[in-house]
C-alpha cells in the first residue's frame, strides 16, 4: 500500500508540472484563451490504476509513465 502511495504521489506531480508547463505557454492561441484553457484541463494523475503492459503480459513501466489529455468540452473557441 506505501508503494501505490508513492507512486500516485508521483503520478499527481508528473501530471500537475505538464499542466503547469502547458498553462505557461506563450502561444497566442494559449494566451487569447487563457481561462478557457484555465478551466477546461485538469491533471489527474492515474498511478498505477492505468498501467500499459507488454505483449508477454508484464507492465511497460516507461509506457505507464506517461501523462494523457483529455480535454472534454462543448465548446472549444481554439477551434475558432
Partial sequence: E????LNRILS?????????YTNGLEDDRVL?????VL???Q???LSSSN?????DGTENQEASR???FRIET???????
Fill in 2 to 5: 506505501e508503494k501505490y502511495e
Fill in 12 to 20: 499527481e506531480k508528473r501530471a500537475t508540472e505538464v499542466l503547469r
Fill in 32 to 36: 487569447d484563451n487563457i481561462v478557457w
Fill in 39 to 41: 478551466q477546461a484541463f
Fill in 43 to 45: 491533471a489527474q494523475g
Fill in 51 to 55: 498501467l500499459v503492459y507488454n505483449e
Fill in 66 to 68: 506517461r501523462v494523457e
Fill in 74 to 80: 462543448g465548446s472549444n473557441p481554439l477551434n475558432k
